[in-house]
């Protein structure tokens, strides 16, 4: 992401004029990363104070909390505030925009159309920054609609005194903020063919409804805001705002600890350290004294909050030489050096970027879409999910001949039906220089192997039974066609159900699911079921790969798309490359990542299976519900 020079050095003065402070030593700069950059000027500290005291953290940075946007914020500042300040000129007859009634009135439409229209599986969606990104998004309406009055009579500039203009600066960055995203890449149709199980209907169902809240909301005030507003120009502050946000930690007390959204979303609390240094990381809560030296029990909760300057600061898990910290006596956010960092005594540089961790975990795919790159860190792992290409798996079928029995099934019905994902995530060790040096498997929770069972059958008048068994409407038109629904392409698992449709040759007097096919097959069995999934993976990425070559062709290497399509290339190369170079079995299974070495946190980064939304059941029950199936009488109506 970046903004034009001469605007960013515009921008630091009004962030110093605002009580910000930044050393002497620092200065904003073009990164070799792209984009802004921090750098501390390490030669002339050295200069002029010696040697960096190695014991201490070093306060490079120190930006006052007002200058700061979350929902605490805004909530508990910002709309009192602007609520006052829109009474007082209501009261005096000068009221040409009520923008706090205005911001109200979108986050009350907002979460409305919000719980009227997602389904419940996804109200998860309703979190900080869902709705600190529409907060941002009507605020910079706002602020070019004020501009707007004050230009077109000058009785209106009143409005300049707005405390919802306090952020003006700040909004007009995340304006000019160009941030390389998917979403926004001349190549995105490409990307949606590509990566059409990565892309989450129900984000997209989101973001239509924050957009359509925010028109309704205008239309409804009388806001004229056509000539420049449209769903490119919210998508491109979304974009912006998300890039930059920091998650800051935030002293509570200890009766508070859960947090303060436990209806929007349950924080994990934690002691702020934990998250940047390498202490106890099982550590929540730390005994600090405040200024009557009481002792006080404080908790620690993470925010999502947008950070002037100190945001300009880049990520990088292997160059961390910096964190943010917070001043827990007024709520000011604090950039610190690990002066551990800076003890070279000889060929010390003139400058040195400075980086911070964004996450700990580097999830490619939420780098890619919220940050524009892709992570290779040495030091951290990063995670790369692999959607497998769903018409791949239903064009595949497992057979088997077993005493003189022969069966078959087919691979993306049964994974529906036992409830499996058919997701692989990898794990990929970097090179210094950049190029892949390991690939494994992460199967952890996954138990796409068991499609692979040989001695299964399905049986569609089973199906059909337990749907029926558990429908509250029997009618048998309505049963086939919500079974057919639920088997479509547009449904990764099929959810609900205790028994599948399907008989098995190693499951005897019980009902045939998932549990019953783990529990019941021999150990020697699940071994050779992961070496066939294996096998059978490695020719789907032959597939795949030469899938994603034809794409790479006609996509440049500059584009997000590109990058993303050439890594996925690499890691399934990669580890088909393993795979066919492994002499034995046992080094095959050597490519799955064992118990010691999983990680549990790895397992919070997987993709949310693709679901038929509630609404398509509703219009299904609707369409075969009538009077005459409902046997009502005259009397009855």
Known sequence: MGVTGDFRDQFIKWVVSEGAELSPYITIDQSELGGAGVFFSWRKFREDHGLIDVDGCLEVMRIPKRLSFSLDRFKDELLIQQQIFDQDLGEFGQDPLNQSEIMTKFLETFLTHFNDTVDPYVKGGMNETNILVGQVQMLVILKRVRAKLVEKDAKNKVLQGSPFGELDEYLELLERTDVTAPRTDEFYPQYLSLFKYNVREYRR?????????????????????????????????????????????????????????????NRKVLNPTTVYTDNDPDATVIEQDDEDGDGKKYGFAVSSTLVPVIDFVNHSNDKMNAFFDVDASNGDILLRLFNEKFTSEDNIPESIELFIRYSDYEDVLKF????????????????????????????????????????????????KWIGVQPNVQFVIQYNIDGSI???????????????????????????LAIVKHYSEFQKDEYIAELLALEESDANDIIEGYDVIPYSCVYVENEDVNLETLVSNLPDDVI??????????????STTRISQLDSSLESIPDTSIVHQFAALEKNVL????????????????????????????????HRLRPRNIPSGQRLELLIKHTNIESLNLSDSSE
Not at 251 to 264: F, H, Q, V, W
Not at 374 to 395: M, T
């Open 437 to 463: 040096k390991d690939v494994k498997m992460n199967l952890d929770e996954n138990f796409i192997v068991f499609g692979f069972v040989e001695g299964l059958q399905y049986s569609r008048e089973a199906a």
């Open 527 to 540: 071994n050779g079921l992961m070496l066939k999934f294996m096998g059978w993976f490695v020719e789907y």
């Open 205 to 265: 169902v989101i973001e239509r409804l924050r957009f359509d809240s925010i028109y309704e909301t205008l239309d409804s005030f009388g806001v004229e805001y056509q000539e420049f507003l449209d769903d490119e120009f919210l998508r491109h502050i979304e974009l912006s705002v998300v890039s930059r946000l920091l998650e800051i930690p935030e002293a509570l007390p200890e009766e508070e600890e859960k947090g303060r959204y436990d209806i929007l979303n």
């Open 573 to 604: 190369l990669k580890f088909k490359q393993e795979f066919e170079a492994c002499k034995s079995e046992e080094d095959k299974l050597e490519l799955v990542i064992g118990a010691d070495d999983l990680d549990d946190e790895w397992l919070k």
């Open 368 to 415: 890619v879409t919220a940050y524009g790159f892709i992570p290779r860190s040495v030091k951290v792992q990063p995670i790369f999910e692999h959607a497998i290409d769903r018409e791949y798996l239903n064009e595949y079928f497992v057979r088997s001949e077993i005493d003189g029995q022969k069966y078959e099934h087919n691979l993306g019905l049964l994974l």
